[in-house]
């Protein structure tokens, strides 16, 4: 089973600035990497998709990059209804497998 | 547009048989287009992936849990069930449906999830 690992647990920052949030896979994934944010009370919403692929009416300021065992979630500019928990999930081997999430919370 | 909708029992005893209903709206289960799959979220925690299942009737099952899981569908519902047997507080969790809507390379992301059911195992 792949671990995937992400950091850090939470992030504090401020609206306005950037976010960059890091998981990092047990072994190569290839780019088959996909990021979810989830808001408390809901279920997860696809954000990326192919480590860097923005899912159907995500925001431009989310981006995603890495390839391999490590990846990148970069939020430009956070806006409020950005703060949430983001999770990765990879998809390369069975079983698959997510992270264990990063808190995104308001500085 | 695609809707996913899970059902059951909220409450289930230690050592029964937690049985989930996920009913597509929209889209039909048998479509090679979609795959189709079961996550959950014990309360203040993080994803499980539990297992998915094909158009076909090939299903793939968490490890951590096969012995447990069996996946199905019903095609004259539209409907994909999940039954975890030998349920222990552990299971407890907020359970999702889940789909990728458009399948066509065999790799299982999920872009459209159901609203998500609390499962309580408790005497």
């Known amino acids: 089973e792949i671990v995937m690992t992400q950091s850090p647990a939470t992030l504090s920052v401020s609206p306005g600035e950037r976010a960059t949030l890091s998981c990092r896979a047990s072994q190569s994934v290839s780019s088959n990497l996909a990021w979810y944010q989830q808001k408390p009370g809901q279920a997860p919403r696809l954000l990326m998709y192919g480590a860097s692929t923005r899912a159907t009416g995500i925001p431009a300021r989310f981006s995603g990059s890495g390839s391999g065992p490590e990846f990148t979630l970069t939020i430009s500019s956070l806006q409020s209804e950005d703060f949430a928990v983001y999770y990765c999930q990879q998809y390369n081997n069975w079983p698959i497998t997510f992270g264990q999430g990063t808190r995104l919370e308001i500085k | 547009q695609m809707q996913l909708q899970e059902s059951g029992p909220g409450l289930v005893k230690p050592s029964e048989t937690l049985s989930l209903t996920c009913t597509v709206s929209g889209g039909s289960i048998s479509s090679s287009t979609y795959y189709w799959g079961w996550i959950r979220q014990p309360p203040g925690k993080g994803l499980e992936w539990i297992g998915s299942i094909y158009y076909n009737g090939n299903t793939y099952y968490n490890p951590s849990l096969n012995s447990r899981v069996t996946i199905s569908a019903d095609t004259s519902k539209n409907q994909f069930s999940l039954k975890l047997s030998s349920v222990t507080a552990a299971d407890t969790a907020v359970y999702f449906c889940?789909?990728?809507?458009?399948?066509?390379?065999?790799?299982?992301?999920?872009?459209?999830w159901g609203r998500g059911t609390l499962v309580t195992v408790s005497s």
């Open positions: 889940a789909v990728r809507s458009d399948g066509y390379n065999f790799l299982w992301y999920f872009d459209l």
